[in-house]
Structures are given as C-alpha cells and as structure tokens.
C-alpha cells in the first residue's frame, strides 16, 4: 500500500502534460523569464504546449516524437533578448520546484537530472563562436 504522503512517478504522456502545462503557467507569470513567452517569442500556448509534451516524452520514454530543433529556437530567442545563467537558473528552480511538486520516483529524479544537463548545454552554445557547427543542429 502507498503511504498517503507519497507521491507517484511520472508515468506518461498524461502526467507529462500536468508537469509541463504547470511549470507554464508558474514560467509565464514569473517576473524574470516569463517576458520571454509573453513577449519575445510571443508563444501560442496551447500550440507550444504539445512540442513540448513531445520532447519530454521522447526524453523519458524514448517516443521519438519530438522533431527536433530546440536549440534554433533558443538561438532565435537569444538573438532578440540575451539569456542569461539567471534565466537558465530560474526556469530550472521552477521545474524542479514542479516535479517535485507533482512526483517522485525514478523518472521525476531523471527529469530534473536531464533539464539540469541540457541546461548548461544550451548556455554552452549560446556561446556560438567558440565551437564548431555540429553543435548547433539540434
Ligand atoms: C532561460 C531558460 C529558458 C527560456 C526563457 C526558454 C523559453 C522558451 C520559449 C519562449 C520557447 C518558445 C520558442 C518559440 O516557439 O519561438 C521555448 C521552446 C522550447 N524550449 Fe525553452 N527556454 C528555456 C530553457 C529551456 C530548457 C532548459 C529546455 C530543456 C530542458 C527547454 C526546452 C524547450 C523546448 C523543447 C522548446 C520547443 C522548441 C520547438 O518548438 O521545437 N527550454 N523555450
């Protein structure tokens, strides 16, 4: 029997989407990195929300239904408003405040454990000039 405290692991697609679309609207609203989707890329929230289930779901469940790109949007974000290691730092706060929120277990620990690897990556090659272009294709 599951204590009442604990909490589940995510499991799927389903809880995929309760974690993303909370982590949204906690993203959105917050005063540092929520300009960036209200107003830089302006997003369509119900459309991006989807690409996003897709990315995470290939990530923890190898789904392959992601179609790449991630890292051109970063780029294209980057060119109209410089991302700084407080915005990285910020959304990986909330989506970690978010999985735990929500989850635990072996997948909620993965899910933190890879934003916090592609993270730095990204920042990494925000960096553009010092590396090589292979880097920039996903
Ligand atoms: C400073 C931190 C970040 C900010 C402000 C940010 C913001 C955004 C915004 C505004 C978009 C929509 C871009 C558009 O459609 O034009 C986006 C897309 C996306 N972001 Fe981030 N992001 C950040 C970090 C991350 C991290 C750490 C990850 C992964 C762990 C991530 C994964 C994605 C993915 C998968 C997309 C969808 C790209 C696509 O449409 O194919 N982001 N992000």
């Known amino acids: 029997m599951l204590k009442s405290t604990q909490k589940k692991d995510i499991e799927g ?4 989407a309760r974690l993303i679309r909370a982590f949204y609207t ?7 990195i929520g300009p960036f989707f ?3 890329a302006a997003i369509n929230l119900e459309e991006h929300l989807p690409v996003m289930y897709d990315f995470w779901e ?3 469940f190898q789904t392959g239904g992601y ?5 051109q949007k970063h780029f294209a974000l980057n060119d109209k408003r410089k991302l700084t ?5 910020r959304w990986l706060e909330l989506f970690e405040r978010e999985v735990d929120r929500q989850f635990q277990g072996p997948k909620a ?16 090659k ?13």
């Open 58 to 60: 290939n990530l923890l």
């Open 85 to 89: 290691p407080e915005h990285f730092e």
């Open 126 to 138: 925000m960096n553009r000039s010092f590396l090589p272009m292979s880097w920039f294709t996903n």
């Open 109 to 124: 620990e993965e899910a933190k454990r890879r934003a916090h690897s592609i993270a730095p990556s990204m920042q990494m």
């Open 13 to 16: 697609r389903a809880d995929i």
């Open 67 to 71: 179609r790449g790109g991630m890292m």
């Open 38 to 40: 209200t107003e830089v």
């Open 26 to 32: 906690h993203a959105m609203a917050d005063e540092l």
